[in-house]
């Protein structure tokens, strides 16, 4: 095994400014490993790119087809610049690498994972969360997963997780019967390019009645430079079964543009509960493009928890289908844009059945140039009945300079069915910064303070050991960020 050089990029593309927000240490994953890959599809987007890819993932001649009517329709859709997302336009597909892997098999111990990938996932924590407090982790590291295990008492009862990879291989049944239902392959432009270059992400499949006590866990690493991420998470909870899944993400950063573009299905039977959690880190050379939505059955829960820090450009807004009668749908999320990022994120609740209930918390934070817009859609048709929403959305402003935009699409039809919507900007209060410095905390202090108090009831949501990591954000320097 060639031993690994540790790079610290410099020159970022972006001037960074202090960051307010409690919790994870944005330079935590700003490091990077040169290394040498056994698998390597090169620049470029094409017909052989993708042949590549299923040629060495050995796949069946369905999913090499997909792939390629995929490429077709991503070739066929604009950019999505209606949005003033006219960065977009910087993205270079044909500069971008499309797969990179040391191999096609997830080691089940770390003791096993190549030592220059293992540096980097025990530099991020993840060995040492998985002893503590995970039923299952997944590490992935650029195109393909490099560790997976689940603990023997979940996997007992049934409860299968895996990546995408292995899941098509050893559970084609399952992943074939809900994968691309609830995301079609045409349904934008970044899902179709997902669908035609997917490697990685996790499959989950728990069965009638099972609960994961413990959170299962994926961590997503882009290490390379001029890379593209192409993550495909599908999770099935069967009736009456429950699961907490946790996402982290993080890059190094570099001068030229990453990017990253997931998809990300929930399938949700009768009774049963999902709740997704994110935390992304990037760095702010990445474009975070992804696709979220689930399915929700009668009486079932699907919740979304949601934390965007870092990048240069995020779309994301998860979504829930509320299929079946008494379905339930709620996203929560964070949102920091920082000098040079834009945060474009929302939600997305469809009504399809009587008596289904939505809620949408959004709270974000703008700081020095940064931009965050929150972007949702509610629909309840006419002929539905008992329905009810509730749409929150909440903003802070840092600086003078920084900017927020609310666009709310709620759709309500018929006379029997509860929507209600409040939205609210602000400013941190000088005079309360002020105050507070007078008692002994410098203005670091006070503003991160103030920061936290915002986004402290929604922090709460999170698990305890995210809870503590996103409150660390708070304790960064502050200073010259109050204008």
């Known amino acids: 095994m060639k031993s690994a050089t540790e790079t610290v990029s410099s020159a970022p593309p972006f001037e960074e400014a202090a960051n307010p927000v409690a919790g994870i240490d944005q330079t935590k994953g700003d490091f990077q490993y040169d290394m040498t890959y056994e698998f390597d599809a090169g620049t470029g987007l094409n017909e052989k790119t993708v042949d590549y890819i299923s040629s060495v993932k050995k796949e069946a001649s369905w999913i090499r087809d997909f792939r390629h009517n995929a490429l077709k329709v991503f070739r066929s859709k ?18 971008i690498r499309y797969y990179l892997s040391q191999g096609q098999k997830p080691k089940r111990t770390w003791d096993e994972v190549p030592d220059d990938i293992k ?24 195109s393909e997963a490099a560790y997976s295990n689940i603990k023997e008492i979940v996997a007992k009862q049934g409860v299968i997780f895996a990546n995408s990879t292995e ?8 992943f074939r019967k809900f994968f691309g239902k609830v995301i079609p392959t045409g349904d934008n ?53 429950e699961v907490t899944y946790m996402e982290g993400c993080t890059a190094p950063k570099f001068s030229t543009s990453t990017l990253h573009s997931a998809v990300v299905e929930l399938v949700a039977l009768k009774g049963a509960k999902i709740q997704y959690i994110t935390v992304q880190n990037w760095a702010n050379n990445v474009f975070n493009l992804v696709t979220k939505r689930g399915v929700a059955h009668e009486e079932a829960e699907i919740k979304w928890i ?39 994120t929302g939600a997305k609740m469809i009504h399809a059945a009587d008596e289904t209930t939505s809620n949408i918390v959004a709270k974000s934070i703008s700081v020095g140039q940064g931009r965050s817009t929150y972007r949702g859609v509610v ?45 609210s900007v602000s400013k941190v209060n000088e005079e309360m910064i002020f105050y507070m410095q007078q008692r002994g905390l410098t203005e670091g202090q006070a503003m991160s303070l103030a920061v936290n108090g915002f ?24 200073e010259g960020s109050v204008g």
Not at 224 to 241: H, K, M, P, V
Not at 310 to 318: A, C, H, N
């Open 455 to 478: 986004i402290n009831d929604l922090a709460r949501q999170f698990p305890m050991e995210y809870s503590v990591e996103l409150k660390r954000l708070i304790d960064l320097e502050m």
């Open 119 to 142: 540096k980097t996932f025990e530099r991020l924590g993840i060995p040492e969360q998985e002893r503590k407090f995970l039923a299952g982790v997944e590490a992935q590291f650029d």
């Open 78 to 95: 604009p950019m999505p610049t209606h949005w003033a997302t006219k960065d977009l336009e910087n993205i270079n597909f044909d500069k």
């Open 167 to 174: 899941a098509l291989r050893e559970h084609p049944e399952i």
């Open 189 to 241: 432009k970044f899902s179709a390019l997902n669908s035609a270059v997917f490697s990685g992400g996790s499959f989950i499949y728990v069965p009638k009645g099972v609960k994961v006590a413990q959170p299962l866990q994926a961590y997503f690493r882009i290490n390379a430079e001029n890379f593209g991420q192409f993550e495909r998470t599908l999770i099935i909870c069967d009736e009456g079964a």
């Open 379 to 423: 629909h309840i048709p006419k002929h539905l009945k008992g329905c009810k929403n509730n749409t929150e959305c909440d903003a802070l402003l840092i600086n003078s300079n920084s900017r927020t935009d609310t666009y709310p699409a709620i759709t309500v039809r018929g006379d029997r069915n509860y929507v209600q919507h409040e939205a």
């Open 306 to 344: 949601d934390c965007n820090i870092g990048s240069r450009l995020t779309m994301k807004y998860p979504g829930v289908v509320l299929k079946g009668r008494k379905a339930r749908g709620e996203v929560i999320s964070i949102a920091l844009a920082n000098d040079g990022q834009h945060q474009d």
